[in-house]
């Protein structure tokens, strides 16, 4: 079982020196301790399924066992845990998405970069049958993972940067937490519900900012931390993450808000905040989260957080991913420090994982019932349509002005999609780029990849986007053909125009 990672010269660095505080997280790390053996004990080394009934065994989490008995099984959809289970996982997908290479996409992918001028690239379309969700990911990919290699070209298997398209599934995560009443989260939960006195210095203005607002860009936290606070986020890079954002977290809801909440403005600094909510109430990590809520579950198994290949101690093995390149074609070493954003803003842009795996990720995002099995413990089928629902509150913008955005998704207006909502994000950290765009409407999204980043990338990859967009409805038009049904539109003409193009302000060097 995970443990926390703590040192003894960290107690030093946390807050709070009183000592009913120090009593009590003795008593947190006791209780983390027992909750794992006795989970450990009673789960044995099958997962949470019985055996016989192939019911979920939930496991109460009342760790006091004085008189010696096992703690008693939970009754399914009996009272709602209060913390969350990392153990407990189910299937989302009842058929497995198959990765597909496709030759269309891969010529999308070769234009990109031949005519773009990028090292290398990774198109893939996601196709989705709305009635069984049955749903293909097909891919294609050109060019090279360093721009100054022989040959080390990309595959389809690499791992890919996704910059912020990480907040999408930060704020997966916490919609996880809000399903399964763990911790009492709701949407409304305020900083200083969750926060309380976790954290020294919070200024006044921010006691009220909800989950939710932290969530939108709606909470008043300025759109940079401002150089004192990011000259300390990159002087700390030693020490563990979860420190590390606690540390940045303290320091930005220190400074006064720069807008009434309930106002728009895009920061990092949200989402770092919001992963730092997580780890302090669970007690577990951004990473452990990520790993045990959102990749297990979806059988995702090329995540980790900053560069591809970072990891690798051998070199070798380091440049067998796509690297990121500067703005004069110079690949980035992913060991080095500056080839991604520190480590404290991790929950608003350091994730990557291979396109078929980040596919997997976003289709939970074309339909209710897909999301509602990910985030929802009972995983039942019973998905309500209340407003309230996951998939509803975390595509719904909370203000529509000067830019519409939900949680960890932009929300978009196109022609072709008939003014139905479209959701899209792209991400950079300045030496990557990524875009991805969802049409839960029409059953299909599209995503991209580039090792480099800046409008090197992102002003090719418009017209990359476009010409997925025209294969995946192509796809749709056909399918739907075939199956006796007449497609709703034959225009052959597309508009792609977009009322809004927001650059996303990334966290820059």
Not at 486 to 498: A, G, I, K, Q, Y
């Amino acid at each position: 079982a995970p443990t926390l990672p703590l040192h003894s010269n960290q107690l030093a660095l946390l807050p709070g020196g009183d000592l009913a505080w120090f009593i009590s997280f003795f008593k947190l790390i006791v209780d983390l301790v027992l909750g794992a053996l006795v989970r450990r004990q009673a789960m044995g080394n099958h997962s949470g399924k019985d055996k016989k009934t192939g019911e979920d065994t939930v496991l109460s989490e009342t760790t006091s066992t004085e008189d010696g008995k096992q703690p008693k099984k939970q009754i399914k959809g009996g009272r709602k845990r209060k913390s969350i289970n990392l153990e407990e996982t189910w299937k989302i997908f009842d058929d497995d998405p198959e990765v597909l290479s496709d030759e269309k996409i891969e010529k999308v992918a070769n234009e990109l970069v031949e005519k773009g001028g990028l090292p290398g690239a990774c198109c893939g379309i996601i196709i989705m049958d709305k009635k069984s969700l049955i749903t293909t990911i097909r891919l294609g990919c050109a060019g090279k993972r360093q721009a100054d290699a022989r040959k080390n070209f990309v595959e389809e298997g690499d791992k890919w940067h996704l910059g912020s398209c990480t907040k999408a599934i930060t704020a997966t995560i916490v919609a996880r937490f809000i399903s399964e009443g763990a911790y009492g989260f709701t949407w409304e939960t305020t900083i200083s519900q969750s926060l309380g006195k976790k954290l020294k210095g919070v200024h006044r203005g921010y006691h009220n900012c909800s989950l939710l607002n932290l969530m939108t860009h709606t909470s008043g936290i300025a759109a940079h931390p401002g150089n004192h606070v990011w000259t300390t986020a990159w002087g700390m890079t030693e020490l563990n993450p979860m420190i590390q954002r606690h540390k940045y977290a303290t320091a930005i809801l220190s400074q006064r808000p720069v807008k009434a909440i309930g106002q728009y403005l895009y920061s990092n600094s949200n989402y770092a905040v919001l992963g730092c909510i997580l780890e302090e109430v669970s007690g577990h990590s951004f990473e452990e989260l990520v790993m045990s809520l959102i990749a297990k579950p979806l059988g995702i198994s090329t995540v980790g957080i900053g560069p591809a290949g970072s990891k690798e101690k051998d070199k070798a093995k380091a440049k067998a991913n796509p690297w990121g390149h500067d703005a004069h074609q110079n690949p980035q070493d992913p060991h080095r420090i500056q080839s991604d954003n520190p480590e404290a803003i991790a929950p608003a842009g350091k994730l990557h994982m291979s396109m078929g795996d980040w596919g997997r990720f976003v289709s939970v995002h074309m339909h209710p019932k897909l999301l509602h099995r990910l985030v929802s413990y009972d995983g039942e089928d019973n998905v309500s349509s209340e407003d309230k629902g996951p998939f509803n509150v975390l595509h719904q913008p909370l203000s529509s002005r000067p830019q519409a955005y939900a949680c960890g998704w932009l929300v978009s207006k196109y022609t072709w999609a008939g003014n139905v909502p479209v959701l899209e994000h792209s991400g950079s950290n300045t030496m990557n780029y990524c875009k991805v765009l969802v049409s839960p409407e029409k059953g299909f999204a599209v995503m991209i990849a580039c090792n480099i980043g800046g409008k090197t990338a992102k002003v090719p990859s418009r017209r990359a986007q476009e010409q997925l967009i025209k294969i995946a409805r192509n796809y749709l038009r056909r399918t739907s053909h075939s199956s006796g049904h007449r497609s709703s539109h034959h225009d052959h003409h597309h508009h792609h125009h977009h009322h809004h193009y927001h650059h996303h302000p990334e966290g820059t060097k």
